[in-house]
């Protein structure tokens, strides 16, 4: 790992590209248009990036469904495809300390989070649907003897793959890896707060050999080049990770045009029980705090409802407390630094407000708040005294806010986690195997965690229930939600 100065040269060294990727070549907003990027641990002003907007967004629809009839990466063979993904997420892996520094300058995370979790796991993810792609099979029908009927995939077409600022690119690659497995064409919409490492893709497509208008960056805002994307009666598909109320937007937009198929990974507020009868308090408190604070809390799968057993909630509060300790803020160019800033002041601010509500509502401040001075700093927060009732616990907050609230019953306990819009995440800790298959079918959540939080890998499906969304990103589920599911059925004449 570079030291923190030399992180601090190597930004003063690196050129930003700041253009939209169009046809597999970087271009200017048509209207020649920017928006600035702002570094919000600094506060300074650190690209101006193509402003793209409904006649960009027009281009990129024309090339990416241009290329995708031609055929030369829709119709490739799967070995073929299986090659260029291999060499892509190759390309990530050797760039690793570029798209680290761009990641960490735009979002405000650690440098060492960027380098050792977020970059990888983008890599990971275009590498395992690349080893996927000759792994898939179509299926034959159980029909009478004269017959003969199968079940194909086929690629959808295009898909516009919108996503947001907290993983810029290893979200994106969640989307990307998929969809390019399947033979799409995929247009990138990044958030127009961390659109550089999705930018630099660009070029590390062209070098692998992912040919012109299958893969393509559109940067903006989200009402404009995104809801020119959602409205658009070309894109055939949306893959979507951000709010509910996004979400909710985007399947309104398909259903008032052509009807594209819209996979939304939207928010959560997700509950973290604690029983009594759990041996490793301190392994539990450790993992709670950074179920909450990792990436400053801006985690849809945060563990930011905290149900802890009345018997033990004192203690285990102490427990959390100083296990919070770890991710005071920093620098994120320091390389010791586990928690940076958030996204913007303005995010910022929003979350100090919900702690306002939380206060005004009963809770009580057990450690942690605002950060004066340059950059959206916040010191991880516990919110003692929460009722299920309170906005804090029920709306998502999207910051290092952890909201407990005691339970005395197992079910109790249940119906707490469960009253709640959202069904994205949940975890349990008990010593007590009963308990644990009882608790783990009743909650409902995509993601249920026993005696740890958010472990997993690319084997299993990541999304939600409820107003938490509709598809799945990971494992060999989500290469299916970007085809099209056709039967042929043969009658055999003698």
């Known amino acids: 790992m570079k030291t923190q100065q030399q992180w601090i040269e190597q930004r003063e060294a690196q050129v930003i590209e700041q253009r939209a990727f169009l046809n597999g070549e970087y271009t200017a907003a048509v209207d020649e248009t920017t928006l600035e990027v702002v570094n919000p641990a600094t506060d300074e002003i650190i690209a101006n990036i193509a402003r793209c907007k ?50 960490t300058l735009d979002t405000g995370k650690p440098i060492s989070h960027s380098v050792s979790t977020d970059i990888p796991g983008a890599a990971k993810s275009i590498r395992w649907y690349a080893e996927a792609i000759d792994k898939v099979y179509g299926e034959v029908a159980p029909t009478e003897k004269d017959v003969h009927a199968f079940v194909s995939h086929q690629a959808i077409g295009v898909v516009a793959a919108v996503v947001p600022w907290n993983f810029p690119l ?25 659109s550089l490492t999705a930018i630099f893709l660009g070029k590390l497509a062209n070098e692998a050999g992912i040919p012109a208008g299958v893969f393509q960056v559109i940067t903006g805002f989200g009402h404009e080049a995104g809801e020119a994307l959602a409205r658009h009666n ?65 985690v849809c799968v945060a563990a930011t409802r905290l149900l802890v057993h ?138 249920v965690w026993v005696n740890n939080y958010n472990e997993g890998d690319m084997t299993v499906p990541f999304g939600g229930f409820k107003m938490s969304g509709n598809g799945r990103d990971k494992s060999i589920h989500a290469i ?4 099209e599911t056709k039967t042929t059925w043969i009658r055999l004449h003698r």
Request: net charge negative; glycine share 8%; aromatic share 8%.
């Open 310 to 447: 009345e018997s033990i909630k004192d203690a285990f509060i102490d427990k959390v407390i100083s296990a919070a300790q770890r991710f005071m803020p920093k620098d994120p160019m320091d390389p010791t630094s586990s928690m940076g800033a958030l996204i913007d002041r303005e995010h910022k601010a929003k979350v100090l407000d919900y702690v306002k509500l939380g206060e005004q509502a009963g809770a009580v401040v057990r450690c942690g708040g605002d950060v004066e001075g340059k950059g959206a700093f916040v010191e991880p927060i516990i919110l003692d005294n929460v009722n299920n009732q309170m906005r804090v616990a029920q709306e998502e907050i999207f910051g290092p806010v952890l909201c407990v609230i005691p339970f005395k019953t197992e079910q109790e306990a249940i119906a707490i986690a469960n009253d709640s819009q959202y069904g994205l995440g949940a975890a349990l800790w008990s010593d007590n195997i009963n308990r644990v298959h009882r608790v783990a079918k009743q909650l409902e959540a995509g993601s």
């Open 170 to 194: 290893w979200i994106g690659c969640w989307k990307l890896g998929p969809a390019l497995a399947a033979g799409n064409s995929v247009i990138l919409k990044p958030s127009e707060k961390s």
């Open 54 to 103: 409904s006649a960009d967004v027009d281009l990129a629809v024309e090339y990416a469904k241009r290329a995708f009839k031609t055929g030369e990466w829709s119709q490739s063979s799967p070995a073929h495809r299986k090659s260029v993904l291999t060499k892509f997420a190759d390309l990530i892996d050797e760039n690793v300390e570029a798209l680290a520094l761009l990641e």
């Open 480 to 483: 299916e939600k970007f085809t």
């Open 234 to 298: 070309g894109v055939d598909c949306i893959a979507f990770t951000g709010s509910t109320r996004v979400a909710g937007h985007l399947m309104i937009a398909s259903g008032e045009t052509n009807l594209k198929r819209v996979w939304a990974e939207a928010g959560g507020k997700n509950a973290n029980i604690v029983f009594e009868d759990y041996a490793d308090l301190d392994g539990a408190a450790a993992e709670t705090a950074a179920g909450c604070f990792y990436n400053q809390g801006e």
